[in-house]
């Protein structure tokens, strides 16, 4: 009783300094569009971390029972914790929280031409661009394509089971599941991924992984651009 007693104590306390803002959420929160990004590195750091990390996603829903499963390491990689709002998955060393009502992408329709686009979490951007005196940009938000292999127009929606294309610099073909587990993309993310259909092939998916079939060469005339700004940020 007293041992039980005197971590309530402490308990109320951390929430007291948390409350009064002693403890400054910054420190270890990093908030990206509708995600925030808990660094468990710098939180394992303040004392008394699960009640700061409690009083942390109290308003998200998350209940003392939850944290205690949490705290058990980062070892659970990829399991998903929920709220009645939000839920919440271990990322290698940092944990993610994300609203359980984000708006869903729709598959959409480019055309041939300079626009802008907006499906779900994403804003994209295109442009046709003359192949001489073209700088490549190695950002995994921006695919520059071989214009005269796509056929247009070209469709961008979610992934679906079964999808596969061949990635930039392989012979054979490839899962676009077993893409996203290779690059450890958390599962609350996988949702929001799209790919970029050229006819029936799959072009790029899309913040991620080029296909070798529509790259940029040597021979290439004309490049279709395109920037795409959402979820992805948060791998910048």
Same mark, same amino acid.
């Given at each position: 009783?007293?041992?039980a007693?005197g971590?309530?104590?402490?308990?109320?306390?951390?929430?007291?300094?948390?409350?009064?803002?002693?403890?400054d959420r910054?420190?270890?929160i990093?908030?990206r569009?509708?995600?925030l990004?808990?660094d468990?590195?710098?939180?394992?750091?303040?004392?008394?971390?699960q009640t700061?990390l409690?009083q942390a @996603? =109290? /308003?998200?829903?998350?209940?003392? +029972?939850q944290?205690?499963?949490i705290?058990? %390491?980062?070892?659970?990689s990829?399991? !998903?914790f929920?709220s009645?709002?939000?839920?919440l998955?271990?990322?290698?060393?940092?944990?993610?929280?994300?609203?359980?009502?984000d708006e869903?992408p729709?598959?959409?329709?480019?055309?041939?031409?300079a626009a802008a686009?907006?499906t779900g979490?994403?804003q994209?951007n295109?442009?046709l661009?003359a192949?001489?005196?073209?700088?490549?940009?190695p950002?995994?938000?921006?695919?520059?394509?071989?214009?005269d292999k796509?056929?247009?127009?070209l469709? @961008? =929606? /979610?992934w679906?089971?079964?999808d +596969?294309?061949?990635?930039l610099g392989m012979? %054979?073909?490839?899962?676009?599941?077993d !893409?996203?587990?290779?690059?450890k993309?958390?599962?609350?993310l996988?949702k929001?991924?799209?790919?970029?259909?050229?006819?029936?092939?799959?072009?790029w998916?899309a913040?991620?992984?080029?296909?070798e079939d529509?790259?940029?060469?040597?021979a290439?005339?004309?490049i279709?651009?395109?920037?795409?700004h959402g979820?992805?940020?948060?791998?910048?």
């Amino acid at each position: 009783f007293v041992q039980a007693a005197g971590r309530t104590a402490q308990r109320l306390r951390l929430v007291e300094t948390f409350v009064q803002g002693i403890i400054d959420r910054s420190s270890f929160i990093e908030q990206r569009g509708n995600h925030l990004i808990i660094d468990l590195a710098k939180l394992g750091k303040l004392p008394g971390w699960q009640t700061v990390l409690y009083q942390a @996603l =109290r /308003p998200l829903g998350f209940n003392y +029972a939850q944290i205690d499963q949490i705290a058990a %390491g980062p070892h659970q990689s990829g399991k !998903l914790f929920t709220s009645p709002t939000h839920q919440l998955n271990f990322d290698r060393q940092r944990l993610l929280v994300s609203p359980l009502d984000d708006e869903h992408p729709q598959g959409i329709y480019l055309q041939a031409a300079a626009a802008a686009y907006a499906t779900g979490p994403w804003q994209l951007n295109t442009r046709l661009a003359a192949a001489a005196g073209y700088r490549l940009d190695p950002q995994a938000h921006i695919a520059s394509l071989d214009a005269d292999k796509l056929q247009f127009p070209l469709l @961008l =929606r /979610p992934w679906q089971k079964g999808d +596969a294309f061949r990635p930039l610099g392989m012979r %054979g073909q490839k899962k676009v599941s077993d !893409l996203l587990i290779d690059l450890k993309v958390p599962v609350n993310l996988k949702k929001d991924v799209m790919v970029l259909l050229s006819g029936d092939e799959i072009a790029w998916v899309a913040g991620y992984r080029l296909s070798e079939d529509f790259k940029v060469t040597a021979a290439t005339r004309q490049i279709f651009e395109i920037s795409l700004h959402g979820n992805n940020d948060l791998y910048q």
